[in-house]
């Protein structure tokens, strides 16, 4: 999983607060609520296209998602968990060949309970009954792509109109 960073324009701040004529507490304001607002934006759209692109349903993914904002919330970071889901939380279904789970086809593998009497999809590692591996899908590729090629084009122009309609928010509530 890659880091990536937005970075945004302080010029680009001040000429919207320059058409509201607005005062450095109104700035302030608006600018907190505007990355609150984008980080939880943010947030969904990536569970949506993750959702998208692996056929996993939205309420397994979102339990993955994460957003912290620091100290005076002008800072946010928005986290996933990438990392691999087992194969019993997608509905899995037992079929001639196999177990399927959403979009993730797994030949030769079955579904039974563990020893705490919970579903689990395995396959045998050799041709001897045991050991058994648990399935896993794997995530981490499709969340790297929804980033890059879905929310971080979309978030600077997104950002910019939230702190525009919470400027003029601020400015009129006055």
Same mark, same amino acid.
């Given at each position: 999983m890659?880091? +990536?960073?937005?970075?945004?324009?302080?010029?680009?701040?001040?000429? %919207?607060?320059?058409?509201?004529?607005?005062?450095?507490?109104?700035? =302030?304001? !608006?600018?907190?609520?505007?990355?609150?607002?984008?980080? $939880?934006?943010?947030?969904?759209?990536?569970?949506?296209?993750? *959702?998208?692109e692996?056929?996993?349903?939205?309420?397994t993914?979102?339990? $993955?998602?994460?957003?912290?904002?620091?100290? &005076?919330?002008?800072? *946010?970071?928005?986290?996933?968990? !990438?990392?691999?889901?087992?194969?019993?939380?997608?509905?899995?279904?037992?079929t !001639?060949? #196999?177990?399927?789970? #959403?979009?993730?086809?797994? $030949?030769?593998a079955?579904?039974?309970?563990?020893?705490?009497? =919970?579903? +689990?999809?395995?396959?045998?590692?050799?041709r001897? $009954?045991?050991?058994? !591996?648990?399935?896993?899908?794997? %995530?981490?590729?499709?969340?790297?792509?929804?980033?890059? &090629?879905?929310?971080?084009?979309?978030?600077?122009?997104?950002?910019?109109? %939230?702190? =525009? +309609?919470e400027?003029?928010? =601020?400015?009129?509530?006055?």
């Amino acid at each position: 999983m890659s880091k +990536q960073y937005m970075q945004i324009s302080l010029a680009q701040i001040e000429a %919207i607060a320059r058409d509201f004529a607005a005062t450095q507490k109104d700035i =302030e304001a !608006a600018a907190r609520r505007a990355v609150s607002k984008t980080s $939880r934006w943010c947030g969904g759209l990536l569970v949506r296209m993750v *959702a998208r692109e692996t056929g996993i349903q939205q309420k397994t993914l979102r339990p $993955r998602l994460r957003i912290y904002t620091r100290g &005076n919330h002008m800072t *946010a970071r928005v986290f996933f968990g !990438a990392s691999a889901i087992p194969l019993a939380g997608l509905n899995p279904r037992q079929t !001639a060949t #196999g177990v399927v789970a #959403g979009k993730v086809e797994r $030949r030769r593998a079955f579904i039974a309970n563990n020893k705490a009497d =919970e579903r +689990q999809v395995y396959r045998r590692v050799s041709r001897e $009954r045991q050991p058994l !591996a648990i399935q896993f899908a794997h %995530i981490d590729k499709e969340v790297d792509f929804a980033v890059l &090629n879905e929310v971080l084009p979309l978030l600077e122009s997104r950002f910019y109109r %939230i702190f =525009e +309609q919470e400027l003029r928010w =601020e400015t009129r509530k006055k």
